[in-house]
Nanobody, 136 residues
Framework: VQLVESGGGLVQAGGSLRLSCVVA???????????IAWFRQAPGKEREGVSC????????SYGAFLQDRFIISTDIAKNTVYLHGHSLKPDDTAVYYC???????????????????????????WGRGTQVTVSS
């Protein structure tokens, strides 16, 4: 499984962005039990879960700090998961990573994403990340 992020760059405070995560190795529409998550890590800070979406029911989770500024979505035809951000702040500056986890029996379907973004479950696969810099 490979995850390739894109869409990072320099954004002014108050602006918006869309990050893309192209998934290779399995087809999002065919595989019934996975979750794709976005994490971020700023210099000198711990990695934190931003958002997650899981199959087969599309359950979503978001980091509590986001204040409804980020939205996760999926394009099955493109095998891609997006992270849309708006009203960006300099504190959103970080490397954003895409990650995938195949659900095991120990994670109920409805809570799989929440467990990943909270750090309870570790993803199986990671992308290399894309840098987002928000200028003030």
């Amino acid at each position: 499984v490979q995850l390739v992020e894109s869409g990072g760059g320099l954004v002014q405070a108050g602006g918006s962005l869309r990050l893309s995560c192209v998934v290779a190795g399995f087809t999002l529409g065919d595989f019934p039990d996975y979750a794709i998550a976005w994490f971020r890590q700023a210099p000198g800070k711990e990695r934190e879960g931003v958002s997650c979406i899981s199959s087969p029911y599309g359950f979503k989770s978001y980091g509590a700090f986001l204040q409804d500024r980020f939205i996760i979505s999926t394009d099955i035809a493109k095998n891609t998961v997006y992270l849309h951000g708006h009203s960006l702040k300099p504190d959103d500056t970080a490397v954003y990573y895409c990650a995938a986890r195949l659900r095991r029996q120990d994670s109920p379907t409805e809570s799989h994403c929440a467990e990943i973004t909270s750090g309870l479950r570790t993803p199986d696969y990671w992308g290399r990340g894309t840098q987002v810099t928000v200028s003030s």
